[in-house]
């Protein structure tokens, strides 16, 4: 294991990321449970990650001093680069010049973690992000790499093997950075690099029968890529003990609930409950336009019908003990804050979060140390298809936060029409794994056209699609224009209610995916 201590940045992840991707498994801890999560791991080495805050303030945080008395490897990036400097008897100072995005990395000499990747005397394309820089090394580093804003941006002390990058290696901006850190790990810590998918399987599948015993298991199946895998990895550990349930809002896409309902029941054999429950949730939502409101709704209705389920179960003498969840990794790791007060709400996100608390159950998450790279990864480990696996993502509120307006059964079965309509023409192009997430929204106005000899007075679609890497961030994609016009004429012929579509052009931030 490689204990990744963070300070803070928004790159941590990426890290871990890339470790993984080694081969070698990692975790992350926030610095102030850095020395806990010393203690629990055991680590084979350390990697310290960059961070918002500046090591020359007066109470910024540090690394444990047990990582440095461990005698281990220890890689310092960035801000951990200039912890390092400053807590081995080094200086850092403020400067003026900050160094941001692409810079060139001069190496100066060969070191371990340059070993087979970069040659003294060449130039490197790397990412940089600091204001503050080291200014004097501790006893013992010396100098392998110089930027033009940083004459310490890559220091080794190889007695000790201890490393310090002022760029970022685990970025896509820095080329050739995961073979630094393939390096750090392999050559450096001496890590094998066995940790495989396979061995993680067999791993949870054990844990799984550890924890459940003969207990009963339930899962809210949603049909998405995450409670999929969940349900799939608990029923291959406890086969018949695992019910699934699946409430079906009548706000999934088209034939969405069907192929689900089949792949589980046929495919896999698991034990499903199909709850249809979608004219209790679109009586609720009904003439409902406040975003918050529906999504508050479909939440509170989504955990009193799985409730009632459960209750019926226990009637049949099958009471449940645990709940899976699909928690993913990025959920998990508490996020380091330097700000002190709660981050603001932009939209309540829905999914089965809340259930645990009210229903007295222990929870079952497979997946809380994966990434979801790692989860379709999983997944196909797991027999699951490619298009499946591939899904883009949905959102737990489904088509009703794309109807911006309010919700009625007759906009949800034109909105289904146009979507299904638009992804078939993007697989046709053969753009669907180049695009993160598409889907239409269906606008509350209606505007005038011309169709036949005949006016038309009818709603307005606006398509959406965007790249992304985690959903946090996205740019709309670009599309040529045949494309747009194909999908738009296909729909303003093919589905009622329709005559006229526009596509978005706005990335996040300043727009959010969704409409709502
Ligand atoms: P936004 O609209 O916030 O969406 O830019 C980012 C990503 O999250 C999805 N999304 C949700 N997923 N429950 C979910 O499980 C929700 O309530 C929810 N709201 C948005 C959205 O589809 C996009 O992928």
């Given at each position: 294991t490689v204990l990744i201590i963070d300070?803070?940045?928004?790159?941590?992840q990426l890290i871990a990321r890339r470790v993984r991707e080694a081969g070698v498994y990692s975790e992350i801890a926030p610095f102030q449970l850095a020395e806990e999560a010393f203690h629990r791991l055991k680590p084979k080495a350390v990697i310290l990650s960059g961070s918002?805050?500046?090591?020359?303030?007066?109470?910024s945080p540090r690394a444990p001093q047990v990582i440095f008395d461990s005698g281990l490897p220890v890689l310092g990036i960035c801000y951990g680069e200039q912890t390092m400097c400053a807590q081995l008897g080094g200086k850092v100072e403020g400067s003026d010049h900050r160094e941001f995005g692409r810079a060139f990395l001069e190496i100066a000499k060969d070191c371990a973690l340059f070993d087979g990747v970069w040659a003294t005397g060449t130039r490197h394309q790397v990412w940089m992000s600091h204001g503050d820089r080291v200014t004097a090394l501790p006893p013992g580093f010396e100098v392998v790499g110089t930027s033009s804003g940083a004459p310490f941006a890559a220091i080794a002390d190889e007695k000790r093997r201890y490393y310090g990058l002022q760029?970022?290696?685990?970025?896509?901006?820095?080329?050739d950075g995961a073979k630094l850190l393939s390096n750090f790990v392999h050559?450096?810590?001496?890590?094998?690099?066995?940790?495989t998918m396979a061995a993680y399987r067999e791993q949870a599948i054990d844990a799984i029968r550890s924890q459940v015993g003969g207990g009963k298991v339930i899962c809210a199946l949603s049909g998405g890529v995450d409670s999929s895998v969940a349900a799939l990895l608990t029923h291959e550990a406890v086969g018949e003990q695992l019910t699934c349930i699946l409430v079906?809002?009548?706000?999934?896409?088209?034939n969405e609930a069907a192929e689900v309902v089949e792949m589980f029941?046929?495919?896999?054999?698991v034990p499903l409950i199909v709850v249809d429950a979608s004219d209790k949730f679109i009586d609720a939502l009904e003439?409902?336009?406040d975003p918050e409101k529906k999504r508050k709704t479909i939440g509170r209705l989504f955990i009193e019908v799985f409730e009632e389920e459960a209750r019926k179960l226990a009637r049949d003498g099958?009471?449940?003990d645990f709940l899976v969840q699909g928690t993913l990794y990025p959920d998990v790791i508490e996020s380091v804050s330097f700000t002190g007060g709660p981050s603001v709400t932009i939209k309540s996100h829905h999914n089965v979060g809340g259930l645990p608390e009210r229903m007295n159950m222990s929870l079952v998450e497979?997946?809380?140390?994966?990434?979801k790279d790692e989860v379709r990864v999983l997944g196909k480990e797991l027999g699951l298809p490619d298009h499946f696996i591939g899904r883009h993502p949905f959102p737990g509120p489904g088509l009703a936060i794309r109807c911006p307006g309010g919700v009625t059964r007759e906009k949800l079965d034109i909105l289904r029409a146009a979507d299904a309509i638009y992804l078939d023409e993007i697989r046709k192009a053969g753009l669907y794994d180049a695009i993160w997430q598409a889907f239409a929204v269906l606008l509350p106005v209606q505007t005038v056209g011309v169709m036949g000899d005949g006016r038309t007075y009818e709603f307005v679609c606006a398509l959406r699609a965007v790249t992304s890497v985690d959903g946090m961030t996205a740019d709309f994609y670009h599309y040529d224009m045949e494309f747009l016009g194909r999908a738009a004429t296909r729909i303003i012929n093919e589905?009622?209610?329709?005559?006229r579509v526009v596509y978005d052009v706005t990335s996040k931030p300043p727009g959010t995916i969704e409409w709502e």
């Amino acid at each position: 294991t490689v204990l990744i201590i963070d300070f803070g940045s928004q790159v941590t992840q990426l890290i871990a990321r890339r470790v993984r991707e080694a081969g070698v498994y990692s975790e992350i801890a926030p610095f102030q449970l850095a020395e806990e999560a010393f203690h629990r791991l055991k680590p084979k080495a350390v990697i310290l990650s960059g961070s918002p805050a500046s090591t020359v303030d007066v109470g910024s945080p540090r690394a444990p001093q047990v990582i440095f008395d461990s005698g281990l490897p220890v890689l310092g990036i960035c801000y951990g680069e200039q912890t390092m400097c400053a807590q081995l008897g080094g200086k850092v100072e403020g400067s003026d010049h900050r160094e941001f995005g692409r810079a060139f990395l001069e190496i100066a000499k060969d070191c371990a973690l340059f070993d087979g990747v970069w040659a003294t005397g060449t130039r490197h394309q790397v990412w940089m992000s600091h204001g503050d820089r080291v200014t004097a090394l501790p006893p013992g580093f010396e100098v392998v790499g110089t930027s033009s804003g940083a004459p310490f941006a890559a220091i080794a002390d190889e007695k000790r093997r201890y490393y310090g990058l002022q760029f970022h290696p685990e970025v896509v901006h820095t080329p050739d950075g995961a073979k630094l850190l393939s390096n750090f790990v392999h050559k450096i810590a001496g890590l094998k690099g066995d940790w495989t998918m396979a061995a993680y399987r067999e791993q949870a599948i054990d844990a799984i029968r550890s924890q459940v015993g003969g207990g009963k298991v339930i899962c809210a199946l949603s049909g998405g890529v995450d409670s999929s895998v969940a349900a799939l990895l608990t029923h291959e550990a406890v086969g018949e003990q695992l019910t699934c349930i699946l409430v079906d809002h009548g706000l999934m896409r088209k034939n969405e609930a069907a192929e689900v309902v089949e792949m589980f029941r046929q495919h896999y054999n698991v034990p499903l409950i199909v709850v249809d429950a979608s004219d209790k949730f679109i009586d609720a939502l009904e003439g409902e336009p406040d975003p918050e409101k529906k999504r508050k709704t479909i939440g509170r209705l989504f955990i009193e019908v799985f409730e009632e389920e459960a209750r019926k179960l226990a009637r049949d003498g099958e009471t449940a003990d645990f709940l899976v969840q699909g928690t993913l990794y990025p959920d998990v790791i508490e996020s380091v804050s330097f700000t002190g007060g709660p981050s603001v709400t932009i939209k309540s996100h829905h999914n089965v979060g809340g259930l645990p608390e009210r229903m007295n159950m222990s929870l079952v998450e497979p997946l809380r140390e994966l990434f979801k790279d790692e989860v379709r990864v999983l997944g196909k480990e797991l027999g699951l298809p490619d298009h499946f696996i591939g899904r883009h993502p949905f959102p737990g509120p489904g088509l009703a936060i794309r109807c911006p307006g309010g919700v009625t059964r007759e906009k949800l079965d034109i909105l289904r029409a146009a979507d299904a309509i638009y992804l078939d023409e993007i697989r046709k192009a053969g753009l669907y794994d180049a695009i993160w997430q598409a889907f239409a929204v269906l606008l509350p106005v209606q505007t005038v056209g011309v169709m036949g000899d005949g006016r038309t007075y009818e709603f307005v679609c606006a398509l959406r699609a965007v790249t992304s890497v985690d959903g946090m961030t996205a740019d709309f994609y670009h599309y040529d224009m045949e494309f747009l016009g194909r999908a738009a004429t296909r729909i303003i012929n093919e589905v009622r209610g329709i005559n006229r579509v526009v596509y978005d052009v706005t990335s996040k931030p300043p727009g959010t995916i969704e409409w709502e």
